[in-house]
Nanobody, 116 residues
Framework: QVQLAESGGGLVQAGGSLRLSCAAS????????MGWWRQAPGQQRELVAT???????NYAREIEGRFTISRDNAKNTVYLQMNSLKPEDTAVYYC???WGGGMDFWGQGTQVTVSS
């Protein structure tokens, strides 16, 4: 069984920064994708960023240049450094881990609130 534990959310003023962390534990396939998604009230969950085991990244256009995803494979941990935060970044942020064969796991979510 795989578990994801997120941390680092909170309240920040516009223009500020936050760093999210997500540690995965359990029976994890060595080659995988980790990523962050977010869901604002009344909105669908949307992709923020992903990163492969080898470090290839993919970002949503809305956050490119402000957010940076990274990972520590030895710790099975993924990070999301969020800079220049805007009120529209307010959402619940979810960690995601997946690999081939339909193996797809989600964290419980962490609230990020950006005040104007």
């Amino acid at each position: 069984q795989v578990q994801l534990a997120e941390s680092g959310g909170g309240l920040v003023q516009a223009g500020g920064s936050l760093r999210l962390s997500c540690a995965a534990s359990g029976d994890i396939f060595s080659i995988n994708y980790m990523g962050w998604w977010r869901q604002a009230p009344g909105q669908q969950r949307e992709l923020v960023a992903t990163i492969t085991t080898s470090g290839t990244t993919n970002y949503a256009r809305e956050i490119e240049g402000r957010f940076t995803i990274s990972r520590d494979n030895a710790k099975n941990t993924v990070y999301l450094q969020m800079n220049s935060l805007k009120p529209e970044d307010t959402a619940v942020y979810y960690c995601n881990l997946f690999w081939g064969g339909g193996m797809d796991f989600w964290g419980q979510g962490t609230q990020v609130t950006v005040s104007s």
